[in-house]
């Protein structure tokens, strides 16, 4: 069964900031059918959340990595 992360670690800044602009207004999208009683928002919800901590996690780690360099 493939992760749903899996692959971030390959892809360029750039192309992980848009990956986190996507999930961002995916969220949202799945936090207005949550409220409106759609139920099957409620996984992909948890699997967005999730998506979007590890692009977090590695914008972080290469932000510090970047700062430690110089």
Known sequence: ????????REQDTNELHVREKE???QLFRLRFQLRTGQ??????????KKDLARVKTLLRERAL?????N
Not at 1 to 8: D, I, K, N, Q, T
Request: charged fraction near 30%; aromatic fraction near 0%; proline fraction near 4%.
């Open 1 to 8: 069964m493939p992760r749903h992360g899996e692959g971030l």
């Open 23 to 25: 999930l961002t207004e």
């Open 39 to 48: 139920a099957e928002a409620v996984t992909k919800l948890r699997i967005a």
């Open 65 to 69: 990595k970047e700062s430690h360099g």
